[in-house]
Structure formats: C-alpha cells, structure tokens
C-alpha cells in the first residue's frame, strides 16, 4: 500500500528523532513519517551531554529524553592530574529514546522498514510499499568518509550490575591512567545508581578495527581491579569518525539532490566525533526552513559548519600526526588543566578566538618538530 506525507525522515537514529520531535511540536500541521529500518529507533545507544553543550532555549527539545543527570558534575584522571568540574552531566539511553519517540509520533513512526531506493520526493521500500513526499530527508549514519581524513574514537561499553555499591558518585569522562594500547585509551564511566555502572573501553585509534572480545576482557579486569563485581546487563560498541581532513565537496556532492542531516551531513565536532549538539541545532533551524528547497538549504548549513570546523580538524590532526600513540594521553591531560568554562565550549564546539589562542599557547604536549610537520604534511 502506498503512502503519502509531507515529510519523509529516512533514520530513526539521534538526529533523524530529533528532527522528528522538533517537527511534531513546531509544525503538527506537517505530516511526517519517520522510517526506521530495525524494529526499534534509536539502535543500541548512549548519547551523552555537558549542560552548555545546548543553549538554554533549546533544552526543551532534549531534556524530555534525558534518562539520567549528575548535577553535581563530572571528573576527569590522568598519570598526573586529577580533576573534577562543575558543569552538569546528562545521558539520552535509547531504551528512552524509542519511548519517548514512539509516544510523541504514533502512526508517524514506521518501523522495520527498509529503504530500497530514494529521491528527493520518494522513499521506496524493499517490501515494495512506495511513500510519496514533499520532502525526503537522509538521516542514515556517515556517508562516504573514504572523502574524509580520519582517525577513529572507538569504544565497548558494559552496564554492570555490581554485587556491592561501586562508590562511584558522578561520571568519570576519562580516566587515562589505565595501560596506553592501540593509541589513546582511557575509561569512561556512568554511575546509573549506587550499584549499577556503565564501564566504556575507548580508544583514539588510528584504526577503526575493534576487537570486541579482547576490549570486553580489559574492562572485566579493570572492573575487578576497582573490585567490581558482577553481572553484565547490557553491552554496546561503535566506531566514530575523528576527522582530520578531507573534502566536503566530495562527501556530500552538489550533485545529490536529496537533503541529509546528522553524520550523513557531517554535523558533527571533528574532533571528539560528538553529533549531539550539532543534531540539536539542526533539528531546530530545520523546522524553521520551507520544505521545498531543502537540498540546497541543508547542504549549505553543512558546508558552513564544516568551515567552522577547520580549526578542530587541525587539532586532530596534531593529534594523529604528531604525536606518538601512546603519548596521546599528554595532549588531553594538558587540556584537562585549561578553564572549565574553555572546556565547555570546546566540546560545544563554540570555542572562542580567545579560546584556540590558549589551546595552542605555552609548552607543547608533543615535540615541536612533529606538529610542523604534522601541519604541513596531514596523517593520511
């Protein structure tokens, strides 16, 4: 049977929700439908935010999906340095996610739906069932990042059950004391309650390759280190691209005419590969645009953001280039001693002039020579 809408939103991932959500409560005159191609939106998982990282104004977007919040805020370990910041903590879990998408769109929602063929005002699927649209939107993942100079941040996260409370009182962002393998390695941590604990393995790999098993063995040992002890009740993996260069031009021809958002537009900050709150922004200027001429109108929202980001693709590339995998931690541990409120609109990717000047000032973590040439010779 064929179906028709106004909007058609191709991915039930972070992005393709939120432009979803932001429609259905700016816009219910639109109709919409949000095609996911699994039996539920939001795969398997976690999207975590700083409380700067989304303006005020917006946080009524994100906050009705908002499972759990440390207001009392996050720490940070390095070999030498430790530190705790103020700024509030959040996590969208997409157990929460489906829920409150399920709830908001109702019928709108269409689920184990696979997209064979798209246009710009059609979505067929691989059942055969035809949607006509006004409008096609492609939120699906990355697109071509063989157009992209790429490092990789890679992770597998464990929720564990703990036999006796973990003593873990807010999120550990990174703890970088942890043995330096496949480039740099740290553990993050997210306190669920006083006994459950979410321990991710992640790494900035000049490799997406991800060996699920030998991760999974070092975070039961770093568990049991700390004496946690345990049942796993939930395990998640991915691989996020850290990039360093590339052509745009390339990644999101001018030739396709169909609209994208998320990864698939490259809104997201080059250096930690982090698309929450670029996906934000976008969902709600989106709302804001005409549905015809889209195209046009998102590939240029997506070419100016990729300018802003030139900045941050030199600091990855500095990452990747100059120095040596396993003294990676340094330039991280330096940062981690730099003004909170500095760290903040980094990881909103709004730093400031003032801000990059004094990222790039004083005593280099990485050997001078190897930035130069890092600089003018990129990592491949």
């Given at each position: 049977?064929d179906m028709?809408?106004?909007?058609?939103?191709?991915?039930?991932?972070?992005?393709?929700?939120?432009?979803?959500?932001?429609?259905?409560?700016?816009?219910?005159?639109?109709?919409?439908?949000?095609?996911?191609?699994?039996?539920?939106?939001?795969?398997?998982h976690?999207w975590?935010?700083?409380?700067?990282?989304?303006?005020?104004?917006?946080?009524w977007?994100?906050?009705?999906?908002?499972?759990?919040?440390?207001?009392?805020?996050?720490?940070v370990?390095?070999?030498?340095?430790?530190?705790?910041l103020?700024?509030p903590y959040?996590s969208?879990?997409?157990?929460?996610?489906?829920?409150s998408?399920?709830?908001r769109?109702?019928?709108?929602?269409?689920?184990?739906?696979?997209?064979?063929?798209?246009?710009?005002?059609?979505?067929?699927?691989?059942d055969?069932?035809?949607?006509?649209?006004?409008?096609?939107?492609?939120?699906?993942?990355?697109?071509?990042?063989?157009?992209?100079?790429?490092?990789?941040?890679?992770?597998?996260?464990?929720?564990?059950r703990?036999?006796?409370?973990h003593?873990?009182?807010?999120?550990?962002?990174?703890?970088?004391?942890?043995?330096?393998?496949?480039?740099?390695?740290?553990?993050?941590?997210?306190?669920?309650?006083?006994?459950?604990?979410?321990?991710?393995?992640t790494?900035?790999?000049?490799?997406?390759?991800l060996?699920?098993?030998?991760?999974g063995?070092?975070?039961?040992?770093?568990?049991?280190?700390?004496?946690w002890?345990?049942d796993?009740l939930?395990?998640e993996?991915?691989?996020?691209p850290?990039?360093?260069?590339g052509?745009?031009d390339?990644?999101?021809?001018e030739?396709?005419?169909?609209?994208?958002?998320?990864?698939?537009?490259?809104?997201?900050?080059?250096m930690?590969?982090?698309?929450?709150?670029?996906?934000?922004r976008?969902?709600?200027?989106?709302?804001?645009?005409?549905?015809?001429?889209?195209?046009?109108?998102?590939?240029?929202?997506?070419?100016a953001?990729?300018?802003?980001?030139?900045?941050y693709?030199?600091?990855?590339?500095?990452?990747?280039?100059?120095a040596?995998?396993?003294?990676?931690?340094?330039?991280?541990?330096?940062?981690?001693?730099?003004?909170?409120?500095?760290?903040?609109?980094?990881?909103?990717?709004?730093?400031?002039?003032a801000?990059?000047?004094?990222?790039?000032?004083?005593?280099?973590?990485?050997?001078?020579r190897s930035?130069m040439?890092?600089?003018?010779?990129?990592p491949?």
């Amino acid at each position: 049977m064929d179906m028709e809408c106004d909007l058609a939103i191709i991915g039930g991932g972070l992005s393709g929700g939120l432009i979803a959500l932001a429609f259905a409560a700016l816009r219910p005159d639109v109709r919409l439908l949000l095609v996911e191609q699994d039996g539920e939106p939001g795969g398997n998982h976690i999207w975590s935010f700083f409380d700067g990282d989304v303006a005020e104004e917006h946080r009524w977007l994100i906050d009705p999906l908002v499972a759990h919040r440390w207001p009392q805020g996050h720490a940070v370990h390095f070999p030498g340095h430790s530190r705790r910041l103020n700024t509030p903590y959040n996590s969208v879990t997409a157990v929460h996610f489906a829920v409150s998408l399920k709830r908001r769109l109702g019928d709108g929602l269409l689920t184990n739906a696979c997209v064979s063929d798209m246009s710009s005002n059609h979505v067929r699927l691989a059942d055969g069932r035809r949607i006509a649209a006004a409008a096609v939107i492609d939120a699906r993942g990355a697109g071509d990042l063989g157009a992209l100079g790429c490092g990789w941040q890679k992770f597998v996260g464990h929720s564990v059950r703990c036999a006796e409370p973990h003593g873990v009182d807010r999120p550990v962002i990174m703890d970088a004391t942890v043995d330096q393998i496949d480039g740099y390695r740290f553990i993050y941590l997210l306190p669920w309650d006083d006994r459950t604990l979410f321990i991710e393995d992640t790494y900035y790999s000049d490799s997406p390759d991800l060996d699920v098993a030998a991760i999974g063995h070092r975070i039961a040992a770093y568990a049991d280190d700390k004496g946690w002890r345990g049942d796993v009740l939930h395990r998640e993996q991915g691989v996020l691209p850290v990039v360093h260069g590339g052509d745009f031009d390339r990644y999101w021809p001018e030739s396709d005419a169909i609209p994208r958002a998320g990864v698939k537009a490259g809104l997201f900050q080059p250096m930690t590969g982090y698309s929450l709150p670029d996906a934000v922004r976008f969902a709600l200027w989106l709302a804001d645009q005409p549905l015809d001429g889209l195209a046009s109108a998102t590939r240029s929202y997506a070419k100016a953001h990729w300018r802003k980001g030139e900045y941050y693709r030199m600091l990855a590339r500095m990452l990747f280039g100059a120095a040596a995998p396993d003294q990676r931690w340094r330039i991280f541990e330096r940062f981690y001693r730099l003004d909170p409120a500095l760290i903040q609109r980094f990881y909103a990717g709004r730093s400031t002039m003032a801000d990059r000047l004094r990222i790039l000032c004083g005593k280099p973590p990485v050997p001078i020579r190897s930035a130069m040439r890092t600089l003018w010779n990129p990592p491949a």
